[in-house]
Each structure stands twice: as C-alpha cells, then as structure tokens.
C-alpha cells in the first residue's frame, strides 16, 4: 500500500477501481482540524483532470506501470496491431486505447507504449516526425503578396497540415506532433 505521505509526481495509485496518475500534489496542515493533501490527477483510462482531496496518512494501491517500446505494424479497423522488439510477440490493441498518436506513426515505426497492471493505457508519438507528402496542390508564383502564404498537404499517414507553398508532392517534412504543424523540411 502506498499512503498519501509517499505520493510523488508521476506516480500511479488506484482510487475507488480507477488508476490515475498523480500531476502535483500538496500537504496542507491547517492551524484547527486534520492535515490533508490536495491532489491534482489524471484518469488513464481517458485523459480527464480532477481536483481531490485526501486525508493525510490515507492508503492506496500501487498500480505498476511500464513503458515499452513496441512497433506499430499495421492498422486492422477499429485496432493497431504492435510487435514487442524484444519478444516478437504481436498485440492487438483498441484505437480508444492508444488515442491520436497513431495518426503521425507510419506503419513499421516504433511507438512508446505505456502499460498500467499488464494492459495497454496509452501511446506516444516522438515530439517530432519525419512524412512524405502524398498530395497538394502546386503553389503558384504570385499566390501571396507577401511571399509566405500555406496551403493544406496531405502527408503519408493521412493527416492534413499546412504547409508553406514551395513545399511539392514526394517531399518530406517535418512536423510537431503536439501542435500538429509544419517545422521544416526533412
């Protein structure tokens, strides 16, 4: 059991049969009554922020979680299919699970699984990626009087981002996987 005296950031406790992950937390001793802790957490299972508050000395379950690097193989419908590097052993996992990391992941690339008590909880794409673009429309001399206008680029994964107009189909570029926008070229 964990009490609320040995939280730290980033850890993961059970709370009434949810795993959250504990974002920051305070001990707080007021000058009449009990000590308590304030706490900041999130659900793992869909990503919501709650406030909460604990007695001090209360006790919860450790949950376990690990972070393995595994290769996304293919897309089968409404699930990814991933390989363990190490064991070769293929998972099938839901797309409700692994969120929208997939959409910057071309197939055969490695992705970091998060797993809490042996189930998947999520996925993380790198902050930055490397696609080709599959489709967009010749940018034009004279398209803006400035000179640095965008135009929508769909890359290899099927994701649309804006790119600037000198930026041609079969090019590859780089992209921030948090914001969702053209950095460079690759």
Known sequence: MISTNQFKNGNHIEVDGTVYKILEF???KPGKGGAFVRT???RASDGNVIDRTFRAGEKFRPVRTESRKMQFLYDSGDSAVFMDNQSYDQVEIPKAVVGDALKWVPPNSDVDLLFVD???????APSAVDLAVTQTDPGLKGDTASGGGTKPATLETGV???VPLFIEEGERVRVDTRS???????
């Open 180 to 186: 969702g926008e053209y950095v460079s070229r690759a």
């Open 40 to 42: 900041k957490l999130r």
């Open 160 to 162: 649309i981002v804006q």
């Open 118 to 124: 042996e189930r998947a909880a999520g996925a993380s």
């Open 26 to 28: 305070q001990h707080v």
